[in-house]
T-cell receptor, first 112, second 116 residues
Framework: GEDVEQSLFLSVREGDSSVINCTYTDSSSTYLYWYKQEPGAGLQLLTYIFSNMDMKQDQRLTVLLNKKDKHLSLRIADTQTGDSAIYFCAESSSGNTGKLIFGQGTTLQVKP | AAGVIQSPRHLIKEKRETATLKCYPIPRHDTVYWYQQGPGQDPQFLISFYEKMQSDKGSIPDRFSAQQFSDYHSELNMSSLELGDSALYFC???????????????FGSGTRLTVV
């Protein structure tokens, strides 16, 4: 079945790079997504990657995809205190209905 | 730009009561998704509608029902509320069912339901 897993917590110092990892099981997923959720707020789409790509860069964000291992990572360069949030990876379910399967979320703590 | 509007923002109900959550999609969006996020949990898909018809169904309890109306807004009706129903309920809307990579798939800010 469809399942997405993430490590639960990451702490970094301001200015360092953060790497958040995610594994997924649905090999038919064509798109994989990263969302950011700040306390008490909604889900903000950060970036996504198509499954035939290995890497996508968008300003401070770099997404790496290892399709063979079904492993996805999000790298945030020059992490700022404003990046402190919960980060969810998500995959579109098969069937193309737009339904998203989320991981458990990784809480990123950025220390000054 | 207009966003997805959810109402109410906060709702407190007692056990066994009913609740109705509303979602107003972005203008011209024809697809609505409902997700439930329990405390410290990831969002779980409940149900979706495309052009007023149910398009997908997830782990939605039988006590819950939903529909999409002719103006494309959607309502999630929850009956016989239980303490475990306390959660943040998100609605998202999009144009078509292709998913977030296009069609402006956008989440609302959510309704926080507390059952006491």
């Amino acid at each position: 079945g469809e399942d997405v897993e993430q490590s639960l917590f990451l702490s970094v110092r301001e200015g360092d790079s953060s790497v958040i990892n995610c594994t997924y099981t649905d090999s038919s997923s064509t798109y994989l997504y990263w969302y950011k959720q700040e306390p008490g707020a909604g889900l903000q789409l950060l970036t996504y990657i198509f499954s035939n790509m290995d890497m996508k860069q968008d300003q401070r964000l770099t997404v790496l995809l290892n399709k063979k291992d079904k492993h996805l990572s999000l790298r945030i360069a020059d992490t700022q205190t404003g990046d402190s949030a919960i980060y969810f990876c998500a995959e579109s379910s098969s069937g193309n209905t737009g339904k998203l399967i989320f991981g458990q979320g990784t809480t990123l703590q950025v220390k000054p | 730009a207009a966003g997805v509007i959810q109402s109410p923002r906060h709702l407190i109900k007692e056990k066994r009561e009913t609740a109705t959550l509303k979602c107003y999609p972005i203008p011209r969006h024809d697809t609505v998704y409902w997700y439930q996020q329990g405390p410290g949990q990831d969002p779980q898909f409940l149900i979706s509608f495309y052009e007023k018809m149910q398009s997908d169904k997830g782990s939605i309890p039988d006590r819950f029902s939903a529909q999409q109306f002719s103006d494309y807004h959607s309502e999630l009706n929850m009956s016989s509320l239980e303490l475990g129903d306390s959660a943040l309920y998100f609605c998202a809307s999009s144009l078509g069912t292709g998913g977030p990579r296009n069609y402006g798939y956008t989440f609302g800010s959510g309704t926080r339901l507390t059952v006491v």
